[in-house]
C-alpha cells in the first residue's frame, strides 16, 4: 500500500461528459458573444477625450447654474419614492400573505403567486413606458411603475419569509384559541416584522435609484435633468446630479442599517 | 417600565408611556409625510387622463392581440444581443468584484483607513447608479451598440457582486483561516486554501444570482441605445406597432422566465 | 525544547490574559495545560506560533528566537509546530487529501499549491499518515463530510505531515463524545512518542489529561498555579485552579491502566453501568 500513490484534486463536476460539455458550451458561447459585438474602435477610440473631459467635470461638480432644475427634479424623486414605497408595500402584504403556502387555500396561493411573477419580470421601466402612455407624463405613471415593482420585490420576499419561520411558535399561538387576525399579529408579524422593516428601507432605496431613471421615458423624477444634461454635453451638471444620487443612497442606506439595528 | 403598581393592582401595557409616545409620534410623522407627498402627486396629476385609463388600457389590450408573430425574425440578433450582454457584463462584473470585495473586506483588508473607504466607495457608487443611467454615460461617450451595454451592465454590478461578496468574506469562519496560518503558509497561500474555499459558493451564486438580473436589465438597454431588445420595444410603441409590442413582452417574459429557472437550477447545485 | 520568557499578553481590552509566563518544555514531553475556560490557555499557545502577538517577553523553539523573527521568518517557525484545532478547524469545503497537504503549504510555492502539484514525496507521506490514522479511503471526501473524531483524525495528519518538532494542541477533544475523546487522544501520544514529538494540550477534561500526559501544568487568571506529575493533582491543587467544587470522583480514577479496554472504560465513577 505504501508504494508511490497519485493523487490530484477531484474535478468539480464528476460526470466527465457533462464537464466537458459544460466547458466547450460556455468557451464556444465566449468566442461567438465576443465575435458578434461589433466593436467599432474608431468610435471607442474618439470618445476616450469625451470620457476625460467627462470625468475631469467631476473635479469639481457644477451644483449652481442648473440648480433650480436639480433640486426640482431631486425632490420630486424623493416624493414619487416615498409615495410609492407605501403603496407597493400595502398593496403587497395582503398579496404576500396570498401567496404563502401555508397560509392560503391553494386557488389564492396560485393567483397571488401569478400577481407576483408578473410583477417582477418586467423592469420598472418598461412597466413606466406603458404607464406613460396611459397616464400621460409625468411623475404618476413613474409611481405606478414603481409601485407595481415594489409589489413584486416585497410580497415575494415576504411570502418567503413567512413559509421559513418556525412553525412551531406560530402552532403555539394557535393553540390558544387565537382568532386568524390574533395570530397573525402574535405569532407571524414578531417573527416577520424586523426583517420586513429592513427590507422596505431597502425596497425606499431601490425607488429611489430607479426614479432616477424614469425620467428618460418621460414618467417624472430627477431622471429627465440627467438626461438633457447629457444630450448638451453638460457633463458638469451631470456629474453634480450623479454625486447627489450617490449621496442620497449612502444617507438612505445608512439610515436603513441604523433604523434595522433599532428595531431588532 | 411596562408594569405600573396601582394600589393593589398590577396594570400591565406594552410599552411605557414614553416609548409609547415616541412610537405614536413616529406614526404621526410618517403619515404627515406620506400625506403631504400624495398632495404633491395630486397637484402634478391630471386625473382626467388617470380616470380615462382603464379604458385605454382595455383598448391597448386589444390592439395588441393577436400577436405579430413573423416580426419574431426580427427578433433573433436583439435577443441574442441581450444575452450577450446580460453575460459578458456579469462576467467583467465578477473579475472586478472579487478583488474589490477582499479590499473592502474588514478582515481582509490591507489597511482599513486608506484602501477599505475607496473599496466601499466604488461598491456605492458603482451600485447608487442604475444601469440604464450607466449605458446613458457610456453611449455618449462610446457610441451606441453592444459594447457600451456590456461595460453599463458590468459597470452597475461590479458594486453589488462585490457588496455580497465582502459580506460573505466577513462571515467566513475565522478558525479555519487560522488552521491554515499556523502550518506557516504565506499570505497567498492563506486566501486560496483557507478563504476561497470558504466564499466560493457564495460568490459562485452571487454571479448567477446578479446574471439572471442582468437579463432583465439588458432587455431595457436599448431604450438608450446600448444594444438589446429594449430598442425594439421603444421603436415599437413609438410607432404604435401594438401588435409587435406583444410579441417582444412575450419574449422577454420567455427569456427572463427561462433566466430565472437556469439560476435556480445552477445555485441549487452548487449549495 | 520550547522555552518561554516572561511570556505577557495584554489584549486591546485591557484583559491581562498571560501574566510573566516562564516554562519549559523538554524535546519529547507530552505536556497537558489546565485550567477554567478564560485563564489564557489558547492564548498561550497561539503566542507559541504568534497567531496571536505576545505583548512582551520571549518564546524560543530550540535556538531560533520565534518571538523576534519577521514575517518570512515566522512562517519558516510555524512549519516547524504543527498546530490541532477545537473544533478541527479544517477547511471544510476543501477535500481530505487537501486538508492533509494544506499542511506542507509552508514549503511549497504558491503556484504549486493553487495547482495542487505537491512533491510526490509529500503526497506518499499524506497516504502514509491517513493509512495510520485509518482514513486513506477518505482521500477525495469532502471535509465536511466527515464524523467528528475522523475530521479530528485529519487534523493530526495535517500538523505532523508539517514534519514538527513540536504540537500545539488546543483542546482536541472539546467537541468529541467521550469514547472518541479518549482515541483520539491516545491517538495523539502514541504519535508524539513514534515521532518523540514534544507537545502541549490545552485540555479542560482533568481526567483524560491525568490519563495521557506525562506533566500537568495549572493555569489560573494568566498564571501558572500548578506544574508537576499527573499523581500529584490532588483535591487542594484543583481548588487552587478551579475554584471550590467537590473533586474526589475526578481525581479517584488516576491509577486507572491505560490499557483499560476502550469501548467500556466510563469517564466518572458514578456513570459505571
Known sequence: MSASRSWKRPPIIERPLLRWGLTTGGVLFLVLSIGTMEVNWERVAAGVPRAERFIASFFPPDFTSKSTDIWAGIIESLWMTVVSTVIGILLSIPVGLGATRNLSPRYVYLISRGIL???????????????????????????????????????????????????????????????????????????????????????????????????????????????????????????????????????????????????? | MPIKQQSDIKIWKRRSGKRQLGIWFGQ???????????????????????????????DMMERMVPPKWSYMSNLWRPIWDTITIATLGTLMAVVFAFPIAFLAARNTTPSSVFVRPVALFIIVASRSINSLLWALMLVTILGPGVFAG????????????????????????????????????????????GIVPQILPAFAGISVFRWDINIRESAILGLVGAGGIGLQLSSSIDTVTWTQVSVILLVILVTVVASEWVSAKVRHAII | MLRLQKLTKKYKTGDLALKSIDLEVPDGQVMALIGPSGAGKSTLIRCVN??????????????????????????????????????????????????????????????????????????????????????????????????????????????????????????????????????????????????????????????????FAERIVGLQLGEVVYDGPPSNLKAEVLTTIYGEEDWEATIDKVDDDDDTELDTVPLSSDKVE
Open chain 2, 28 to 58: 404621526f410623522i410618517g403619515v404627515a409625510i406620506f400625506v403631504y407627498c400624495w398632495q404633491l402627486v395630486s397637484e402634478n396629476t391630471i386625473w382626467m387622463f388617470v380616470a380615462d385609463a382603464p379604458r385605454q388600457a382595455v
Open chain 1, 117 to 264: 411573477a408578473v410583477s417582477r419580470t418586467f423592469p420598472e421601466i418598461i412597466v413606466a413606458l406603458f404607464a406613460v402612455k396611459l397616464f400621460g407624463f409625468g411623475p404618476f405613471a413613474g409611481i405606478i411603475a414603481l409601485s407595481i415593482g415594489s409589489i413584486g420585490f416585497y410580497g415575494k420576499l415576504l411570502a418567503e419569509d413567512i413559509e421559513d419561520m418556525d412553525p412551531v411558535q406560530a402552532e403555539a399561538v394557535k393553540a390558544t384559541g387565537a382568532s386568524w387576525f390574533q395570530w397573525l399579529n402574535y405569532s407571524v408579524q414578531p417573527q416577520v416584522m424586523p426583517r420586513m422593516i429592513g427590507l422596505a428601507m431597502y425596497r425606499f432605496d431601490i425607488n429611489f435609484r430607479e426614479s432616477a431613471v424614469l425620467g428618460i421615458v418621460g414618467a417624472g423624477g430627477i431622471g429627465a435633468t440627467l438626461i438633457t444634461s447629457f444630450d448638451r454635453y453638460e457633463f458638469s451638471s451631470s456629474a453634480a446630479i450623479l454625486l447627489i444620487i450617490i449621496g442620497i443612497v449612502m444617507v438612505v442606506e445608512y439610515s436603513s442599517g441604523f433604523i434595522r439595528k433599532w428595531v431588532q
Open chain 2, 150 to 193: 456590456v461595460l453599463a451592465i458590468g459597470f452597475r454590478s461590479i458594486g453589488f457582486c462585490a457588496k455580497l461578496l465582502y459580506e460573505a468574506i466577513e462571515e467566513i469562519d475565522e478558525a479555519q483561516v487560522e488552521a491554515v496560518t499556523a502550518t506557516g503558509a504565506s499570505g497567498a497561500q492563506i486566501l486560496n486554501y
Open chain 3, 50 to 211: 504568534r497567531l496571536v502577538e505576545p505583548t512582551s517577553g520571549s518564546v524560543h523553539l530550540n535556538e531560533t528566537e520565534v518571538s523576534s523573527l519577521g514575517q518570512n521568518q515566522l512562517r519558516k517557525a510555524r512549519r516547524r509546530m504543527g498546530m490541532i484545532f477545537q473544533e478541527y478547524a479544517l477547511v471544510e469545503r476543501l477535500s481530505v487529501m487537501e486538508n492533509v497537504l494544506s499542511g506542507r503549504l509552508g514549503y511549497v510555492s504558491f503556484w504549486r499549491s493553487y495547482f495542487r502539484k505537491f512533491p510526490q514525496k509529500d503526497i506518499d507521506e499524506a497516504f502514509r499518515l491517513l493509512e495510520r490514522v485509518g482514513l486513506d479511503h477518505m482521500a477525495d471526501k469532502r471535509a465536511d463530510e466527515l464524523s467528528g473524531g475522523q475530521r479530528q483524525r485529519v487534523g493530526i495528519c495535517r500538523a505532523l505531515i508539517q514534519d514538527p518538532e513540536l504540537l500545539l494542541i488546543d483542546e482536541p477533544t472539546a467537541s468529541l463524545d467521550p469514547k472518541t475523546s479518549r482515541q483520539i487522544m491516545r491517538l495523539i501520544c502514541e504519535l508524539c512518542k513514534e515521532r518523540k514529538l514534544s507537545a502541549i494540550i490545552n485540555i479542560h477534561d482533568v481526567l483524560l489529561a491525568q490519563m
